[in-house]
Each structure stands twice: as C-alpha cells, then as structure tokens.
C-alpha cells in the first residue's frame, strides 16, 4: 500500500503564490506518474498536473504557466508551485498516484491523498 500525505494549502490573496508538497511512503516501488487533482465545491474532481517517472509534465489548460509540478524521486515527493493564484483555483487539491505510466484519467489513479485546502481570495 503507498500513503499520499500533503501539506502546503492555506489562504492567499489574488495574484500570490503556494507550494504543495506531496510525500509518498510505503509501497513507492509501484509508484510511476504522479500529480494533483483538484475539486472544488459542487464540481467534479479535475486534473490538475501530472508527472511521469521521468519527468514528463502535463497540466491543465486553466494552470499552464501559472502552475509547475516537480518531483524528487530521492525524497519519493512531488511538488506544485502555484503562482498568480486566481479565487477559481480555490479547491481541496488531492495528491495522487499510479503504477501506469500516466494519471491523465482519473480511473489510472490508484492512490489518493487526504486532500489540502487552497482558497484564494478577491
């Protein structure tokens, strides 16, 4: 089994920035893509940002280049500098986690965080 466990969310004004963190632990082996999904109140949980293995990025069309995802393969985490937040990204955002290559479908996720809140305000 692998436990997702995030930090980083909080209250941020429009225009500021945050970083999540997403540490894996237990069965890492298994792990290949990872990334963050977000749901915000009333609406379906989404992708955000995904990350393979080898570093290949996907993001959302609404965060490309306002959001960047990384990963430390050292320390089994991933990453996800948000700038030029806007209140549309406020959402519980979800690390997530998959043996397959890619986490670009929700159902490829076999691995999910307690989730993170990140509220943006106007």
């Known amino acids: 089994q692998v436990q997702l466990v995030e930090s980083g969310g909080g209250l941020v004004q429009a225009g500021g920035s945050l970083r999540l963190s997403c540490a894996a632990s237990?069965?890492?082996?298994?792990?290949?893509?990872m990334g963050w999904y977000r749901q915000a109140p009333g609406k379906q949980r989404q992708l955000v940002a995904t990350?393979?293995?080898?570093?290949?990025?996907n993001y959302a069309d609404s965060v490309k280049g306002r959001f960047t995802i990384s990963r430390d393969n050292a320390k089994n985490t991933v990453y996800l500098q948000m700038n030029s937040l806007k209140p549309e990204d406020t959402a519980v955002y979800y690390c997530?986690?998959?043996?397959?290559?890619?986490?670009?479908?929700?159902?490829?996720?076999?691995?999910w965080g307690q989730g993170t809140q990140v509220t943006v305000s106007s």
């Open positions: 990350i393979t293995s080898s570093s290949t990025t």
């Open positions: 997530a986690a998959g043996r397959s290559s890619t986490i670009l479908i929700r159902a490829l996720v076999n691995y």
């Open positions: 237990g069965s890492i082996f298994s792990i290949n893509a």
